[in-house]
């Protein structure tokens, strides 16, 4: 059975900051590229941090450069996200998604996990 299971969130002040976890089971996670991607309420689900399969390349949208890292490892089946700096912009819930690229390999995503950002 597939699981991607985030964890790590909750209620913060501005400047703070969380790191978030994503373990995966079920699937062999070393070979997909991993992603996190938040949404938050009223607006559509965005893209925020990708890793490729071996951890050696990634990339961020523009709000959250210089503040958020993506990292994997791969001997514990797990990414994260370590987010830094965090503003009431990026309250929001956080998924991570593994993309497949296949009928035999599909993508995946998880329950997700509330990220706030509040004073």
């Known amino acids: 059975q597939v699981k991607l299971v985030e964890s790590g969130g909750g209620l913060v002040q501005p400047g703070e900051s969380l790191r978030l976890s994503c373990v995966a089971s079920g699937f062999t996670f070393s070979t997909y590229v991993m992603s996190w991607y938040r949404q938050a309420p009223g607006k559509e689900r965005e893209l925020v941090a990708l890793i490729t399969k071996a951890g050696d390349s990634t990339n961020y949208v523009d709000s959250v450069k210089g503040r958020f890292t993506i990292v994997r490892d791969n001997a514990k089946n797990t990414v994260y996200l370590q987010m830094n700096s965090l503003k009431p912009e990026d309250t929001a819930v956080y998924y991570c998604?593994?993309?497949?690229?296949?009928?035999?390999?599909?993508?995946?995503w998880g329950q997700g996990t509330q990220v706030t950002v509040s004073s």
């Open positions: 998604k593994a993309q497949g690229w296949s009928i035999r390999n599909p993508t995946y």
